[in-house]
């Protein structure tokens, strides 16, 4: 009986049949309409709620680059109401998180971002960039913790999230080398797939176009190459999308890492955007010594040598840095200038040996003609390609 009863209400949950559940779906309409009238609307029209900035400007919690310029030496500087943005704050019990008056309004926020990107950011005059990455991170929290408050949704949002996954790829990219005090990949990371994730679900609830979602549909791959779920949803896609260049091209990158085939792999990495080769950086240093491992075992002979400049070339990296790579990895290169593989000798190189940064160089290149603030705004679509 009991199992009937199951195969019944699963029918009807699945199918729609029987007028219980239409009952049902009218109730979770009214429901569903009730708890919208019940969420917290934002008024808050200031980056900064004027009751968070009196306290905070009272009990000297002001970050350097909120304060009004000429008091940063007093004892009790004071605030700029146009640069001081609302800091985030873990929720606490008896602490009003949804006062109106403290929620900025979605239009506020895309405000608020775009200025953390322009006068932060991008700015030549704020140094070092590890400090504007740890005060950018905390604010678009804040920003983030309005959002759920409100349940935000709609252009705003996607802007938002957008410009929000943007910096957090630029900053995986650009401070992979920094120490752990200063950076710390692992958060940074849990928040950038945590914003994608949520951008992504924008994508497919809303039927507005969506110009950018190419782009963040290769970036999402590119960003986790190999994982099975990213993988499962661009197959979901619809055609027209799936097939886009930038999508396609994200594809067959990740089944050359799949199929440990790096060769493709990089050569496939010459055709990509500065910030799609952001998003792939962490995979390459794995792929070149996938690289120099294959080619241990394939050129493994006494009499056998490899120019350095066709391995550079392989690898995609200056021959200077190219021979430092196989240094790193057991791998000989005489004075020749010729490669000595032996597939006894490879070995993996030592935990902090290899410095990521130093083989950047190629893509920093590519980066010198444009602006933070363009790529992070998306208002660029150069290619910054491997040579």
Known sequence: MYKEQRRWRNQGRWRGRGKSHAREMKEDVRSGQRDEDAVPRGVCQTMCPAGELRNRESQNRLHRFEMLAGTEKDRRPRADPLRAVKEYSRPAAGKDSANSADLRHPAVLLKTVCYLIDEVTASPHLHPWTEVYSFV??????????????????????????????????????????????????????????????????????TGPHPNQEEFQALGLLYNLGSPRAIQHIMELPAPLRHAPAVTLAVSINRSFLERNPVRLLRCARRLSFLQACALHRHVTSSRKDLLLVYSHGYNSRNCRFPLEALSELLALEKSLTSTLCQACGVEVNTDGQVVFSKTSFAEPEQGKLCCSLYHNIVTEKHKDLTIGSILHGCVRQKAQFK
Not at 158 to 164: C, D, K, Q, S
Not at 165 to 183: G, I, K, M, T, W
Request: some cysteine; glycine content about 2%; aromatic content about 10%.
């Open 137 to 206: 991170f905390d604010r678009l929290r804040s920003v983030k913790q309005d959002m759920i408050i409100q349940r935000a949704h709609g252009a705003d949002c996607v802007a938002i999230l957008e410009r929000t996954v943007r910096f957090l790829v630029y900053a995986s990219y650009r401070l992979c080398s920094e120490p752990l005090r200063l950076f710390d990949p692992r958060i940074n990371d849990t928040h950038l797939q945590e914003n994608l994730s949520w951008l992504l679900d924008c994508y497919a609830r809303a």
